[in-house]
Antibody
């Protein structure tokens, strides 16, 4: 079974750093793209960026370029999303999702990681 | 940047047909994908490449795409279909674009 399992919920203070993870199993992790999607409370889906773990080719949404870093460690089939300095406005659910190509649909999705940033 | 427009809400009685639209400039030239998101759950792909269904998705879910509008059609709607639905495309600048989402209410 193809599956993406994300790390658990996080509660952080403004200014702190954070790295959340997304581990793939049941398929060739290096052959599929991994995208990251933000969903703020009560809002819709926002694409943040995408990475190809095979060669770490990474693309960012202009809205998130410079705000986050997407990376992957293919040796452990895991992709990451990280912040160097969190803001309260980063409070959201973050999903990873797999795509067969760099310009396709996303399936499956991880279960989501809730990030809460509050002083 | 490319914009996808969805109606905020659609209501339908059980057993009837729900149609959720996704509007975009010449969207018929792009591949459209649709996701279902139930409360507290991650999105699930229900239609890809305009009209194909992933395995495990009922035949009641179908899609079409032409001109400036793509449509997700759910036939014989059930209470369990109540959810938010999002359309998605890749635009010409290699960015993923999601529609704003449509809340389907089963009356």
């Amino acid at each position: 079974e193809v599956q993406l399992v994300q790390s658990g919920a996080e509660v952080k203070k403004p200014g702190e750093s954070l790295k959340i993870s997304c581990k793939g199993s049941g398929y060739s992790f290096t052959s599929y793209w991994i995208g990251w999607v933000r969903q703020m409370p009560g809002k819709g889906l926002e694409w943040m960026g995408i990475i190809y773990p095979g060669d770490s080719d990474t693309r960012y949404s202009p809205s998130f370029q410079g705000q986050v870093t997407i990376s992957a460690d293919k040796s452990i089939s895991t992709a990451y999303l990280q912040w160097s300095s969190l803001k309260a406005s980063d409070t959201a659910m973050y999903y990873c999702a797999s795509g067969p190509t760099g310009v396709s649909w996303f399936d499956p999705w991880g279960q989501g990681t809730l990030v809460t940033v509050s002083s | 940047s490319y914009v996808l427009t969805q109606p905020p809400s659609v209501s339908v009685a059980p057993g009837q047909t729900a149609r959720i639209t996704c509007g975009g400039n010449n969207i018929g030239s792009k591949s459209v994908h649709w996701y279902q998101q139930k409360p507290g759950q991650a999105p699930v792909l229900v239609v890809y490449d305009d009209s194909d269904r992933p395995s495990g998705i009922p035949e009641r879910f179908s899609g079409s795409n032409s001109g400036n509008t793509a449509t997700l059609t759910i036939s014989r709607v059930e209470a369990g279909d109540e959810a938010d639905y999002y359309c998605q495309v890749w635009d010409s600048s290699s960015e993923v674009v999601f529609g704003g989402g449509t809340k389907l209410t089963v009356l």
